[in-house]
């Protein structure tokens, strides 16, 4: 079943392109036609790369992986942060920090220094520090906050990013591929699309189309961690399961051992009893007739 349909992306605005005199011809597969100077993109085979991309998203959130979701332009931001932060995925919406995949190092740095001075706030160590220096630190840690502060948990590279407007997040693009790293993407008209893993020719500008798909996509890594959930549950029963059943056999064993010593002894306390009976001479009833 489609995770979306026509009229859904249709109402959204997800089939506005842009001007003809910016598009890239590398888009040309994915327009449907031209109006009034504007291309049009084609919702159907959009409609197939959703699916196809939330797939793939499902399968990386089913395998306990992290999505890093970009975009830092305006109109986008909210959104992002909210959908990414429904699925417990990291999320950058402010400005790129150069290098934050290819020197993920020094930025998880940064993200220590972040904790070190919530630490010493905590623990009364900043409490002699003059106002001058408190605000000093403080300004420091609220711009570590804006910057890194929903990366603060990713202590790994991610194992996919997914980007809104491929032409503003071109380094992120960029980074990713020169690490082997599979980019999800809504990409629009006047953007390359040849450098991106898994295409969502869409309009990459409106809110409704933005938060449309990504609540596709979302929905697919809810369901992916939903089921990882799952399995972690089944997984964690058979192996308590086979405990107890490892537990039991030594228990069974022990009592078959008993049960054996049991009718061993028995059968010794009976045997002198049967030699008794053996022995013992015929009655004048039981002995035979004279002849």
Same mark, same amino acid.
């Given at each position: 079943?489609?995770?979306?349909?026509?009229?859904?992306?249709?109402?959204?605005?997800?089939?506005?392109?842009?001007?003809?005199?910016?598009?890239?011809?590398?888009?040309?597969?994915?327009?449907?036609?031209?109006?009034?100077?504007?291309?049009?993109?084609?919702?159907?085979?959009?409609?197939?790369?959703?699916?196809?991309? !939330?797939?793939?998203? $499902?399968?990386?959130?089913?395998?306990?992986?992290?999505?890093?979701?970009?975009?830092?332009? $305006?109109?986008a931001k909210e959104i992002v942060a909210?959908?990414?932060?429904s699925v417990n995925m990291p999320y950058?919406?402010?400005?790129?920090?150069?290098?934050?995949?290819?020197?993920?190092?020094?930025?998880?740095?940064?993200?220590?220094?972040?904790?070190?001075?919530?630490?010493?706030?905590?623990?009364?160590?900043?409490?002699?520090?003059?106002?001058?220096?408190?605000?000093?630190?403080?300004?420091?840690?609220?711009?570590?906050?804006?910057?890194?502060?929903?990366?603060?948990?990713?202590?790994?590279?991610?194992?996919?990013?997914?980007?809104?407007?491929?032409? $503003?997040?071109?380094?992120?693009?960029?980074?990713?591929?020169?690490?082997?790293?599979?980019?999800?993407?809504?990409?629009?008209?006047?953007?390359?699309?040849?450098?991106?893993?898994?295409?969502?020719?869409?309009?990459?500008?409106?809110?409704?189309?933005?938060?449309?798909?990504?609540?596709?996509?979302?929905?697919?890594?809810?369901?992916?961690?939903?089921?990882?959930?799952?399995?972690?549950?089944?997984?964690?029963? !058979?192996?308590?399961?086979?405990?107890?059943?490892?537990?039991?056999?030594?228990?069974?064993?022990?009592? !078959?051992?008993?049960?054996?010593?049991?009718?061993?002894?028995?059968?010794?306390?009976?045997?002198?009893?049967?030699?008794?009976?053996?022995?013992?001479?015929?009655?004048?009833?039981?002995?035979?007739?004279?002849?």
């Amino acid at each position: 079943m489609a995770r979306t349909n026509f009229d859904q992306l249709l109402q959204a605005g997800c089939h506005f392109g842009h001007l003809r005199r910016k598009w890239n011809p590398a888009m040309a597969p994915y327009i449907f036609m031209e109006r009034n100077g504007i291309h049009i993109i084609d919702l159907h085979k959009t409609v197939a790369k959703i699916d196809e991309a !939330a797939e793939v998203l $499902k399968g990386i959130a089913k395998a306990g992986k992290k999505i890093l979701f970009v975009s830092t332009k $305006k109109q986008a931001k909210e959104i992002v942060a909210e959908k990414a932060a429904s699925v417990n995925m990291p999320y950058v919406i402010e400005r790129w920090p150069g290098g934050m995949l290819t020197n993920f190092p020094t930025i998880r740095k940064a993200v220590k220094k972040m904790t070190t001075i919530d630490r010493l706030m905590n623990d009364g160590t900043y409490s002699n520090l003059s106002k001058r220096e408190l605000l000093q630190v403080t300004r420091q840690r609220a711009k570590l906050e804006k910057n890194l502060g929903s990366i603060a948990d990713l202590s790994r590279l991610p194992n996919a990013l997914f980007v809104i407007d491929v032409m $503003k997040e071109h380094i992120a693009v960029k980074e990713a591929k020169r690490l082997g790293i599979p980019v999800f993407a809504i990409v629009d008209t006047n953007s390359d699309p040849n450098d991106i893993d898994y295409v969502i020719p869409a309009n990459d500008d409106a809110k409704d189309s933005i938060e449309t798909i990504l609540a596709a996509c979302c929905a697919a890594i809810a369901e992916g961690l939903e089921e990882r959930k799952i399995e972690k549950a089944d997984e964690k029963a !058979a192996a308590e399961q086979s405990e107890e059943a490892a537990e039991a056999r030594p228990r069974r064993a022990r009592r !078959a051992r008993k049960d054996e010593d049991a009718a061993e002894a028995s059968a010794q306390v009976e045997a002198p009893a049967q030699a008794e009976v053996a022995e013992t001479p015929a009655t004048e009833e039981e002995a035979p007739a004279a002849e």
